[in-house]
């Protein structure tokens, strides 16, 4: 009775908005919510599961690693409480729920040499029970959690990881797939290869700022892409489901839009993010502007070759046009503003050497890298859809940060906005969005901010060994969201 009150005053508040669509989202598009293994499920050694880099990071040595010097060995103990987890998805209404496969739960070692039944079962008890209650599973393959036994072989920089990749991407294939329409293969490669293979701030933990995070981003395409053709080749047929790579990106404006610095600069900085991975999965290559910059900055540091890959002929076949739908992340976008050439040690940064900002005006969240500026996700799909044409989008996440409060406005007031932004999109500009799924269903393990910034709509009570979920006021907006598709108290 409480929950339908409340309702009314969200309501009271939205309608205010006017700013906010009043139109009804289509019939056909879907809702959901997001999560990822190692973030929520615990059971790190349960039943036969495997060490995965992230448990070796912060397992060992940890001190400094993550601020609250916290890990996920427990987490949102969504490995024993999944069923409550069904039922909050159930309740909220949603018609999708993305989740990852913990890659050492199903392989412990990585390896297809043993397979765990236990940690299939886990995953086939969730598919079913998902599925009996009309949700869609969206499930991703690699949500940054590596077998540390892959990782000693030489992880996401060794080429031959792409081969255990695909071997990994198989066997969940055979098993899941007959319960699954769409499929992941990784979630933002560049943040794994970014932040863990050249900042050292997520597992593995390597500084290689010079290369790393482009030798792990051809390796990372090249597991996609064996994983693609296996799906296309070995299962389309039978299963129908779509398999994409995900993409996280940003509108990247110029800081004064009239200087045409600040517009070159701010189209490198869009195509050394976003189109570092889109231009391959869509065009086959990385974009020109990159293969042209570190091919230059590698010349002048000595190098008798490119700090950035190069394709082979075959290698760009293969990779071009392996996206049956585009999972896209959109958080936040940014200003960017030409810089005169930097010197120092060859880095990622030297290599795009510019500056960024969010426009002060954009609110901020409890993260430093998030504000919110619904705008740039309508920019953002209008360019992606003019330039490669994805057919299907689905926004795979989105969302907010704040220090845990139930009655979140500003998670509230954020999907709110963001999900205007995509019903203008999709009636005013045609673009193809089919689904969103908002991170995060519940609170969760964030990584090296562990559980000091909150995205769920759901509470996690991380104090209680019982892990208490509370929904928080964004939840019951959502839920209302989902049963209405009207944004407002009232459509048309
Ligand atoms: C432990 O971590 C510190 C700082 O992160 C690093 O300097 C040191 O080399 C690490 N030691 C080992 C044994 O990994
Ligand atoms: C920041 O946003 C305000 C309000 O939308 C706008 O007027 C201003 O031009 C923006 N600043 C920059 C540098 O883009
Ligand atoms: C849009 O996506 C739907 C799936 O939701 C698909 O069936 C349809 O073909 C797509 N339309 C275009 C124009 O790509």
Redo the contacts with the bound molecule.
């Keep these: 009775m409480k929950r339908y009150c409340l309702i009314l005053v969200l309501y009271l508040i939205s309608s205010s908005r006017a700013d906010i669509s009043n139109k009804y989202f289509p019939e056909s598009f879907q809702f959901g919510a997001a999560g990822a293994a190692y973030q929520i499920e615990g059971g790190w050694n349960e039943d036969g599961k495997g060490e995965n880099i992230w448990d070796h990071f912060l397992h060992y040595n940890v001190s400094g690693k993550v601020v609250d010097d916290s890990n996920g060995d427990v987490a949102c103990d969504s490995y024993h409480k999944w069923q409550e987890d069904v039922d909050n998805l159930k309740q909220l209404g949603v018609k999708l729920y993305r989740f990852s496969i913990s890659w050492s739960r199903i392989l412990p070692d990585g390896t297809p040499y043993q397979v765990n039944q236990k940690g299939i079962d886990y995953y086939l008890n969730l598919i079913k029970a998902l599925k009996q209650n009309g949700i869609e599973p969206v499930i991703t393959l690699y949500h940054w959690d590596l077998p540390q036994h892959l990782s000693e072989f030489g992880g996401w920089l060794n080429p031959q990881i792409s081969d255990y990749f695909a071997a990994y991407a198989r066997i969940c294939f055979e098993n899941f797939g007959p319960y699954v329409k769409y499929w992941t293969t990784i979630n933002e490669p560049l943040s794994t290869c970014v932040i863990g293979y050249a900042q050292g701030l997520h597992a593995p933990g390597y500084y290689l700022i010079d290369g790393g995070m482009y030798q792990c981003a051809y390796v990372s395409l090249l597991a996609h892409a064996k994983a693609w053709h296996i799906y296309d080749e070995e299962f389309r047929a039978q299963q129908g489901g779509k398999v994409g790579i995900s993409l996280a990106c940003g509108a990247q404006?110029p800081?004064d839009p009239n200087s045409a610095q600040d517009q070159e600069a701010a189209e490198r900085n869009y195509q050394m993010g976003c189109g570092w991975v889109g231009n391959p999965i869509y065009f086959g290559n990385w974009p020109q502007v990159m293969i042209d910059r570190i091919a230059a900055k590698s010349k002048q540091d000595n190098y008798p070759f490119s700090r950035l890959p190069e394709f082979t002929q075959e290698e760009i076949e293969f990779i071009k046009g392996t996206n049956d739908f585009l999972p896209l992340n959109y958080y936040t976008s940014a200003?960017v503003q030409y810089a005169d050439e930097w010197t120092g040690a060859p880095s990622y940064w030297l290599d795009i050497n510019v500056q960024t900002f969010a426009?002060e005006?954009w609110p901020k969240s409890a993260s430093d890298w998030l504000t919110s500026y619904p705008e740039g996700l309508r920019i953002l799909l209008n360019r992606i859809n003019k330039d490669y044409n994805p057919g299907e989008i689905i926004i795979a996440e989105n969302g907010w940060s704040d220090n845990g409060e139930l009655d979140d406005q500003g998670r509230l007031t954020y999907i709110q906005a963001h999900l205007s932004a995509i019903l203008e999109s999709i009636l005013e500009d045609g673009v193809n969005v089919s689904g969103y799924t908002v991170w995060s269903l519940m609170d969760n393990f964030e990584w090296a901010e562990g559980y000091t910034q909150r995205f769920g709509i759901i509470k996690v009570d991380f104090d209680d060994p019982q892990r208490t979920r509370t929904w928080k006021s964004s939840a019951k907006y959502y839920q209302n969201v989902v049963a209405t598709r009207c944004l407002l108290d009232q459509c048309q």
């Design positions: 404006l800081f200003l426009n005006s």
